[in-house]
């Protein structure tokens, strides 16, 4: 029985899943994105965070614990010498999934699995933030009385605005 068993064992075998999960930490970590199924960038998350969290201090105990998950030296220097310097302040959530849809052949759902600290398009919207303007409506009713109050900077747009129309080349008929 299975009771309380709930993470997804993705049709795998326990030695092909926890080989699978190491590779595509790995390629998360030497590429910053990867592109898998959903289910599959679910559990990726719940695996290499807690190496990421290990990684934050670096010491020769965390190290071999993080190797004997990855099996991958030069995926363990990344992690410990940049990406544990971009994420030491972040208290958790080092990874983000992007939905894309479905894919072509089998309809699995698709998405991208990235390193939030390396996403320089998120990075960018999230620092810049927009000035909000208030909604006003553009219709703007000239009477004979706002007629004679107008600016020189109006009559000005107004003298260019005809000045263009008269120099518009009239279309010929055939």
């Not at 807690?50 to 934050?56: D, G, H, N």
């Not at 004997?68 to 220097?77: E, G, I, M, P």
Request: aromatic content about 6%.
């Amino acid at each position: 029985m299975r009771h309380n068993k709930k993470f997804n064992h993705l049709g795998r075998t326990n030695t092909h899943r926890s080989a699978m999960l190491s590779n595509m930490a790995c390629s998360l970590i030497k590429h910053k994105r990867i592109f898998t199924t959903l289910a599959k960038a679910k559990e990726l998350r719940k695996f290499v965070e807690p190496l990421i969290t290990k990684s934050k201090e670096d010491t020769t105990h965390s190290r071999r614990v993080v190797f004997s998950n990855l099996q991958d030296k030069y995926a363990v220097t990344e992690l410990f010498k940049q990406i544990s310097q971009k994420v030491a302040d972040r208290p958790g959530g080092y990874t983000r999934i992007l939905k894309t849809g479905n894919r072509l052949g089998d309809n699995a759902a698709m998405c991208f699995i990235e390193l939030v600290d390396y996403n320089e398009n998120m990075l960018k919207s999230a620092t810049v933030k927009k000035e909000t303007k208030t909604r006003r409506s553009r219709k703007k009713a000239v009477s004979s009385a706002d007629a004679s109050k107008t600016t020189p900077a109006a009559e000005l747009n107004e003298t260019s605005v005809a000045e263009e129309s008269s120099t518009a080349v009239p279309e010929s008929k055939e």
